[in-house]
């Protein structure tokens, strides 16, 4: 039960640090030393011992340096990671066991990230894919062996405009640590999408994705698409985009399907899925009831569990 336990502890994380814009958790107390900086991307370590977050000083978002920090969940043994001064240490990520972390390094101030793991023992750390793309949200198999992370196509750094809005074109890959070769899960483009997860089931893997341009639209103009193309998209999904798919035969299955006939809401959503038991629980955020187990609410949001049958 110590990883469910986790698991519910890391989304309740996620979702009041989205309420308090990243600014902190009511969860844990704040540490001293890092109450004037921008903390996010919080998670917990499979003991439940200790947090760890992005740590950014405040200024001009493309001129922050951001580091790794962590500390007792009381506030207490706060841990800043020492790095490269002209590097950026963000999103990391717990190893089944505890003893590494997974994050992404930016040295160079454009879209462009390597994934690194670090040994939280020595803090000696290493590249363990260094392409020049836009890697996100890397995350660990169950058995360590490799990694599973999203990859964007498109960024303000390789089209006209600057704007971050300009980030889509979303795939999944994975990681190999042992041979070093990375793996394109997914050709989907999709417009945008959340940390995957492998359950504990093989291969399989969940996430959230919106709007795969790569079935629906027009690949050349993914910004346009016909109201026959939306209305397909809509009739077979609904509002749901949370996504589970086998590594090995790559089926799409969608995991539910929200009706919102039976919310007071008018648009209803699930985002941010995070596996448990072995695959057969599912964890994310909605505002739209009658998909699972309501566990935690806040606001117009809440916690979900759904068991998978």
């Not at 964007?152 to 405009?161: I, K, W």
């Not at 009831?289 to 569990?305: A, D, E, T, Y």
Request: proline letters at 6%.
């Amino acid at each position: 039960m110590r990883v469910e336990r986790n698991l519910v502890a890391v989304l309740i994380l996620l979702i009041t640090l989205a309420a308090c814009g990243g600014e902190g958790s009511a969860l844990f107390k704040p540490p001293v030393r890092l109450e004037k900086a921008k903390i996010s991307n919080s998670v917990v370590s499979p003991s439940n011992e200790r947090v760890m977050a992005t740590y950014c000083p405040k200024g001009p978002a493309r001129s922050r340096k951001c580091h790794l920090a962590a500390w007792d969940l009381d506030g207490g043994n706060v841990k800043l990671y020492r790095k490269p001064a002209h590097h950026s240490w963000l999103e990391a990520m717990f190893s089944p066991d505890g003893t590494e972390v997974v994050f992404e390094l930016n040295d160079t101030g454009r879209y462009s990230t390597k994934l690194a793991i670090m040994d939280l023992v020595t803090e000696k750390w290493r590249i363990v894919e260094g392409s020049d793309t836009y890697k996100i949200w890397p995350s660990f198999h169950p058995n360590g062996k490799k990694l599973i992370y999203a990859a964007v196509a498109h960024t303000p750094d390789n089209t006209e405009s600057r704007s971050r809005s300009n980030l889509y074109g979303v795939d999944i890959h994975s990681l190999n640590l042992a041979t070093g070769r990375t793996k394109a899960l997914t050709d989907y483009r999709f417009k945008s999408a959340s940390r995957p997860h492998y359950t504990g089931r093989g291969d399989e893997f969940v996430f959230e994705g919106k709007l795969p341009m790569n079935i629906f639209f027009n690949p050349n103009k993914p910004k346009y698409f016909t109201s026959d193309q939306i209305g397909r998209y809509t009739r077979k999904f609904g509002k749901n985009h949370i996504l589970i798919i086998n590594e090995i035969d790559k089926d799409w299955i969608p995991e539910f399907v929200i009706d919102d006939r039976k919310s007071m809401v008018s648009r209803g959503y699930s985002i941010g899925p995070i596996p448990g038991n072995k695959g057969n629980i599912l964890y994310f955020e909605s505002n739209v009831g009658i998909i699972g187990k309501l566990i935690n609410s806040q606001r117009s949001s809440g916690i979900w569990k759904r068991e998978k049958k």
